[in-house]
């Protein structure tokens, strides 16, 4: 039945696309899942059928139609995380926490400017995934997808920027 799916829908068969659809809808669905916030996956998942129909003449009937599928999800996907604009806050902008007793302390602040400067000495790339961690309450993995970097250069560049880091206030701390 699926091999005649795969043709069916190659020659552009309306009944064949929903058939596709309704077989490998739960499949789209649970990838896109993967990637991208609940509330969007269904507005995504229209967009990779039209593109499902759009691309028919292009399947090769004799190859996998989940895997076909799956590389148009992919790719939509790709490019709707691509367009998204990432909301980051300056480190100048974060709101310091205030003392016990609501208060900002005088040497908490002295020891935030410190953190501040030596912040600014780090790399790039170095700083934004600390700030984006600790300032901006963020996981790993959510840093990863933000900066659409593997989740391993994400944990590279907190872990050499941390040292850093270290290093700078290490000698201010003595």
Same mark, same amino acid.
């Given at each position: ?7 069916? !829908? %190659? ?6 696309? %929903? ?16 990637? /991208? ?6 507005? !995504? ?20 139609? *989940? ?5 148009? =999800? ?10 998204? =604009?990432?909301?980051?806050?300056? !480190?100048?902008?974060?709101?310091? *926490? ?50 659409? /970097? *593997? ?13 850093? !880091?270290?290093?700078?206030? %290490? *000698?201010?701390?003595?």
């Amino acid at each position: 039945m699926t091999d005649t799916l795969n043709i069916r !829908l %190659a020659e552009g068969d309306d009944a064949a696309l %929903a058939e596709c659809l309704r077989e490998h809808g739960p499949l789209i669905r649970s990838y896109l899942r993967r990637f /991208v916030p609940s509330q969007e996956v269904e507005d !995504l998942q229209q967009i990779v059928y039209a593109e499902v129909w759009r691309s028919r003449a292009r399947f090769d009937p004799a190859r996998s139609l *989940p895997a076909w599928l799956l590389g148009i =999800t992919r790719n939509r996907a790709v490019d709707h995380l691509r367009a998204r =604009t990432l909301r980051t806050v300056p !480190l100048e902008a974060a709101a310091d *926490p205030a003392g016990a007793d609501g208060r900002a302390h005088g040497d908490d602040m002295a020891e935030r400017d410190q953190v501040r400067r030596a912040l600014a000495e780090l790399p790039a790339p170095q700083r934004q995934a600390i700030e984006m961690a600790y300032y901006g309450d963020l996981t790993q993995r959510e840093i990863a997808e933000r900066l659409r /970097v *593997p989740l391993g250069t994400v944990k590279a560049r907190t872990a050499r920027g941390l040292r850093r !880091l270290s290093g700078i206030l %290490a *000698p201010a701390a003595a």
